[in-house]
């Protein structure tokens, strides 16, 4: 098992930017793909972009893409979610996750989700 902290939300006007960060302690960090997904008020939690545990593969949400970049630094045990051009529809608690690298799509994390989660870490993004 894996433990997960995110960091880095807060308030934003729209039209701005964030960067999220999710450190990983527990077990090889280059041994799981990462994901980031969010819940809204209101609503069910939803996938924003998920990475290969290489880095060399990365899936986005169509709400997302062109805005949103997922990155990882495996020497930092880091994954980061770069946000820009933000609406305020993506106001949400965004949580990282992780699950033990398997072959396939990315795609997949989509459906059904990651293994590992963090407690989350609210962005705010006001019109």
């Known amino acids: 098992q894996v433990q997960l902290v995110e960091s880095g939300g807060g308030l934003v006007q729209a039209g701005g930017s964030l960067r999220l960060s999710c450190i990983v302690s527990g077990r090889t960090f280059s041994s799981y793909d990462m994901g980031w997904f969010r819940q809204a008020p209101g609503k069910e939690r939803e996938f924003v972009s998920a990475?290969?545990?290489?880095?060399?593969?990365?899936y986005y949400a169509d709400s997302v893409k062109g805005r949103f970049t997922i990155s990882r630094e495996n020497a930092k045990n880091t994954v980061y979610l770069q946000m820009n051009s933000l609406k305020p529809e993506d106001t949400a608690v965004y949580y990282c996750?992780?699950?033990?690298?398997?072959?396939?799509?990315?795609?997949?994390?989509?459906?059904?989700?990651?293994?590992?989660w963090g407690k989350g870490t609210l962005v705010t993004v006001s019109s």
């Open positions: 990475i290969k545990w290489s880095g060399g593969s990365t």
């Open positions: 996750a992780a699950t033990p690298r398997r072959l396939g799509s990315l795609s997949y994390y989509s459906r059904s989700g990651m293994d590992c």
